[in-house]
């Protein structure tokens, strides 16, 4: 379904009421048939998360949950990468306030999909890096086609920033080994170690189909709506997450505590300008 064209291109939905309020563009939200799909909508980018982003992806997440014929939450990225990360470009002119602010609007963003009151499904495409990992990570079901890394290496700058909710996907040592390593995974690595759920078929070479083949993919994730109310998905989530249902916060401050702890650490912005020399240095662009 189309969005409609009178509504801003902030955040579109495929209804005719109010588009999400947002700070910036760059994502799409689209509400049909019980599912919201929310696309990132930077690929020139990677699909990096500015702090535009962010504000618009927190946004729709919210806005998705409090409609009550939403049962899936849906999260795809336009291009050829789902999410490259925390967006690197303009560091030079932020403070360490600002870097600061910016991750924990990223962790209110994952911990809003992680304990959102509707099915949540991701579509890992290409470079799924960073803060892109952790939001694939905090979804239910994880779809990974063959040409997807993963990658967690915001310890190398010095931030705490999804490790439990890795954890409780594939276990405290694999969690711990993969972020103090910068491990990056093929889709069969994290398939098998539990972090995707499964692996899709090949994606097509071309970029004009790729939209075909994401809408497939998510077909075949959401083959039947989940059996259960959102009142009964949401005690589940709190009966078998040890105080991260909705409505226990125990283990949700105690993240953003940890994120708030390890970025407010003098020379944040510092080691991240350090970390973004580094990795042009490994990838030098032609």
Do not use: Q
């Amino acid at each position: 379904m189309t969005a409609p064209s009178d509504l801003p291109a902030t955040v579109r939905t495929a209804r005719t009421e109010p588009a999400v309020p947002a700070a910036g563009p760059e994502a799409t939200l689209r509400i049909d048939d019980g599912v919201a799909l929310v696309e990132l909508a930077r690929p020139a980018r990677g699909n990096a998360l500015s702090a535009a982003l962010v504000e618009t992806l927190i946004a729709a997440v919210g806005r998705a949950c409090a409609d009550a014929s939403v049962h899936t939450l849906a999260l795809v990225g336009a291009g050829r990468h789902f999410c490259t990360g925390f967006d690197l470009t303009g560091l030079e002119d932020s403070s360490e306030g600002d870097l600061l602010m910016r991750f924990v609007r990223v962790e209110t963003l994952l911990d809003a999909v992680w304990r959102a009151p509707v099915r949540t499904v991701a579509i890992a495409t290409g470079r799924t890096w960073g803060a892109g990992a952790d939001l694939f990570a905090a979804c239910d079901e994880r779809v990974a086609a063959p040409d997807a890394s993963l990658r967690f290496p915001g310890a190398a700058f010095g931030i705490v920033l999804g490790t439990r909710r890795l954890a409780e996907r594939v276990g405290a040592d694999r969690a711990r080994a993969w972020v103090s390593t910068g491990a990056t995974l093929d889709a069969t690595a994290a398939a098998a170690a539990g972090l995707a759920s499964h692996v899709a078929p090949a994606p097509p070479e071309s970029d004009t189909a790729l939209g075909g083949w994401r809408r497939e993919a998510l077909a075949e994730a959401l083959a039947e709506a989940p059996a259960i109310d959102r009142e009964t998905l949401a005690a589940i989530r709190a009966a078998s997450r040890p105080a991260g249902g909705p409505g226990a916060d125990a283990l949700a401050d105690a993240d953003l505590a940890a994120l708030v702890r390890s970025a407010s650490r003098p020379g944040l912005k510092a080691r991240i300008l350090a970390y973004r020399e580094r990795s042009r240095a490994a990838s030098p662009r032609p």
